[in-house]
């Protein structure tokens, strides 16, 4: 199964999107939202064992990055303006409420997703990146490991030197993607380093300075022993944000579990969204 490439048009901007089953409205759906610095192949293993189950898949390529349209403006990379792009994407499909899965970025995306929009999500997964409020009121430990956010900020500089080689790259930094190459040829490309960073830029604030709401949604949280950019407290102490059932499993591997542990990860998307 090859799911379908498609666009649709919001804020005067072209939107791509991979549709395991177009036009099939007795599947249930599933949003499958990525980080930084990927798009929506990242889901490919995830699509396949949820679609075969009999969901029915949509991964986003978030604007600016993937096959999207380049916004213009730092703010319309803004978390609300992200999750009005994935909303309407779905009103667009006809569907009036999906499963949530999110890794990295795409983790706080969802978390924002489903609180403030709790009609629309049935069950939430997410990868990595705990409950924003956790994430921001975490120890030195997390801030630690989130250095390159900070360095994310300078912007001009940021932008030359992380399509480089050199120690500063996005390679060095994030070398133990396993697909670094895909994504440095895929960023290289004019305008597309700047766009996808501008995730970090619009939102640094948000994160950091204002309170999320709580979500009520069943939701699986997922974190890795040795993810380099992330500590175990903040997505473990996120069931204090979540006022449905909540589910915590550590797993082992890096950062990127829905790449390199996909039988792992599938199985317990598949047991969450089946329960």
């Known amino acids: 199964m090859t799911p379908e490439r498609d666009t649709f048009s919001h804020r005067g901007l072209r939107l791509s999107y ?25 889901w490919q293993a995830q699509i ?17 990055c993937g096959h999207s349209e380049i916004a213009p403006k730092q703010s319309d990379y803004h978390a609300d303006n992200i999750i009005s792009d994935h909303l309407a994407l779905l009103k667009h499909l006809k569907i009036n409420q999906s499963h949530v899965v999110g890794h990295d970025w795409g983790a706080v995306i969802a978390w924002i997703l489903a609180a403030k929009h709790p009609s629309s999500v049935q069950r939430l997964a997410v ?46 930094i994030f070398g133990s993607h396993p697909n670094m190459d895909e994504g440095m040829s895929r960023l290289r490309q004019a305008g597309r380093m700047r766009a996808a960073v501008r995730i970090y830029r619009a939102n640094f604030a948000e994160i950091l300075l204002r309170k999320q709401p709580p979500v009520t949604a069943p939701t699986l ?5 040795q993810d380099a950019f992330l500590t175990e407290d903040q997505m473990r102490d996120s069931a204090a944000w979540v006022n449905g059932p909540w589910r915590y499993q550590k797993l082992d591997g890096g950062h990127w579990m829905s790449l390199s542990q996909t039988e792992t990860v599938n199985a317990l998307l598949l047991e969450h969204f089946c329960t």
């Open 18 to 42: 991979l549709d395991s089953a177009p036009n099939d409205h007795l599947r249930p759906a599933v949003l499958l939202l990525h980080g930084f610095p990927d798009h929506a192949e990242m």
């Open 127 to 172: 990868m990595s990146v705990g409950h924003p409020t956790v994430y921001a009121r975490a120890g030195w430990g997390q801030k630690r490991a989130g250095w390159y956010t900070l360095f994310f900020q300078l912007r001009g500089l940021a932008d030359r030197l992380l399509v480089g080689n050199g120690r500063f790259s996005l390679g060095q």
């Open 48 to 64: 396949q064992a949820l679609h075969q189950a009999g969901f029915r898949c949509i991964a986003p390529d978030t604007v600016g």
């Open 221 to 225: 949280g997922l974190w890795s022993a």
